[in-house]
């Protein structure tokens, strides 16, 4: 991670973030790749199921496959910014989300604490 800027998520927007900040971003917690049911009327109602995608890594939180993962699981979303608005199903403390919504990475982030 050495490539990464110093406290790229506080000094530059989302969109101006290389590959490997952005990516950095995640913490791990797997949620994305939880299988959900959405509600397309209200977001804050989406149930998560303990189903997981067949490439996510439980013991990583990340994907096992991840350069060839569009591949072996065709509906893998990708996220990117100009996804964020309607991607509020993320869970509170998902960084990409609270970057987009103006908050901070929780206390507890990888980046702020440098350990993993």
């Not at 509906?75 to 910014?81: G, N």
């Not at 970057?99 to 440098?114: F, I, V």
């Amino acid at each position: 991670m050495s490539d990464l800027r110093p406290n790229f998520w506080q000094n530059y927007p989302l969109s101006a973030l290389t590959d490997n900040e952005w990516e950095a971003l995640c913490d791990g917690c797997g949620v994305c790749c939880l299988v959900k049911y959405l509600d397309d009327d209200n977001p804050r109602f989406t149930e998560y199921t303990d189903v997981a995608c067949k490439l996510l890594d439980t013991a990583t939180g990340h994907c096992s496959d991840y350069a060839n993962r569009k591949a072996s699981v065709p509906d893998c979303i990708r996220l990117t910014v100009d996804m964020l608005p309607n991607m509020m199903w993320l869970p509170r403390h998902c960084a990409y989300k609270r970057l987009h919504l103006g908050q901070g990475l929780p206390h507890w982030h990888y980046l702020k604490t440098g350990q993993d």
